[in-house]
């Protein structure tokens, strides 16, 4: 994701697609349901990928770590809205990486 100028932060998007690069699961979370991982509006989008692991690799014994992460801006609402009803409807499991 290119990002010219300054780092993207999580007060700055409306909802994060992340999509795990192994087993293809992926889910729209508003930056509201990321906050049980930690995940808080001064979390740089670029350490979310860091800080979510896909739980139904981990149940498979790989560490689901291959993360992807698509940020949709606030000035992008529409048109993102529009990206997501696109994507399926397999959702992703977080968790975090230290288990509860
Ligand atoms: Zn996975």
Request: positive net charge; hydrophobic residues 45%.
């Amino acid at each position: 994701m290119a990002l010219p100028g300054k780092e993207a932060m999580i007060a700055e998007v409306v909802s994060i697609a992340v999509e795990c690069i192994d087993c293809g699961r992926n889910r729209w979370w508003k930056p509201a349901e990321l906050k049980r991982f930690g995940v808080t509006a001064q979390t740089p989008l670029a350490a979310l990928s860091g800080r979510l692991r896909c739980s139904a690799c981990r149940a498979d014994g790989l560490p689901g770590a291959a993360i992807s992460i698509q940020a949709a801006f606030i000035d992008e609402q529409q048109q993102r809205r529009a990206e997501a009803r696109m994507l399926g409807e397999r959702e992703i499991p977080l968790e975090r990486s230290r288990r509860a």
